[in-house]
């Protein structure tokens, strides 16, 4: 099976904590492409980063962070110091090399953050 | 941001009528994509265009059909509208396929609803 998994259906933190958004992946493809996209209350859908299966380095972006393991197939998502602007679903994604350029979306995870 | 619009962005329609909704892209890319948003499935991909009159099915075809005449344009047909068609569609666009990391980019969606 093919398939992201995202646990957490609803997060609420008081802002400026730290808050984590768990993402698990299944896949054959031992090449593939892992992303994340928020969607503000607006509901547009925002791209934040995409990974490469070969790439295991984690990345960091301002407050952002992303910790890939292929170990434990997760590919977490950290907001540091959450502000009331984070407050949004986010969705992580996958793109087995073989999909033909079809990407797996996880059901997504609702991030509130309250002032 | 990608150059992406959808139209319209709201409709209501009764149950029987076809519908058609517009994608249409400023940045030439090759793939685009139509998938629908409900509540606790995340997106699921409804049809792609990987060119100029090619397309392929998703995980969610049936009720709906496309066309894809020019580069810009990528059109979703429903032939006869059905209360479970109510939802949210996105259409996306991507630069290249299966060779590529394939970063997906979202218009803004369409909200519709089928009485």
């Known amino acids: 099976a093919q398939k992201v998994t995202q646990a957490q259906t609803e997060i609420s933190v008081v802002e400026k904590e730290d808050v984590t958004l768990d993402c698990v992946y299944e896949t054959r493809d031992t090449t593939y492409y892992l992303f994340w996209y928020k969607q503000p209350p607006s509901g547009e859908l925002v791209f934040l980063i995409r990974?490469?299966?070969?790439?295991?380095q984690n990345e960091i972006s301002g407050r952002y962070s992303w910790n890939f393991q292929k170990s434990t197939s997760s590919f977490n998502f950290t907001i540091t110091a959450s502000q009331v602007v984070d407050s949004a679903v986010y969705f992580c994604?996958?793109?087995?090399?073989?999909?033909?350029?079809?990407?797996?979306f996880g059901s997504g995870t609702r991030l509130s953050i309250r002032p | 941001d990608a150059g992406i619009t959808q139209s319209p962005r709201h409709k209501v329609t009764e149950t029987g009528t076809p519908v058609t909704l517009r994608c249409h892209q400023t940045?030439?890319?090759?793939?685009m994509y139509w998938y629908r948003q409900d509540p606790g499935h995340g997106l699921r991909l409804i049809h792609y265009s990987y060119g100029v009159k090619d397309t392929d099915k998703g995980e969610v075809s049936d009720g709906y059909s496309v066309s894809r005449s020019k580069t810009e344009d990528f059109l979703l047909t429903l032939e006869s509208a059905t209360s479970s068609q109510t939802s949210v569609y996105f259409c996306?666009?991507?630069?290249?396929?299966?060779?590529?990391?394939?970063?997906?980019?979202f218009g803004p969606g369409t909200r519709l609803t089928v009485l």
């Open positions: 940045e030439n890319h090759r793939y």
């Open positions: 996306a666009i991507s630069e290249m396929g299966q060779s590529s990391t394939d970063t997906q980019y």
């Open positions: 990974r490469n299966s070969f790439d295991e």
């Open positions: 994604a996958l793109r087995p090399y073989s999909s033909a350029s079809k990407i797996i």
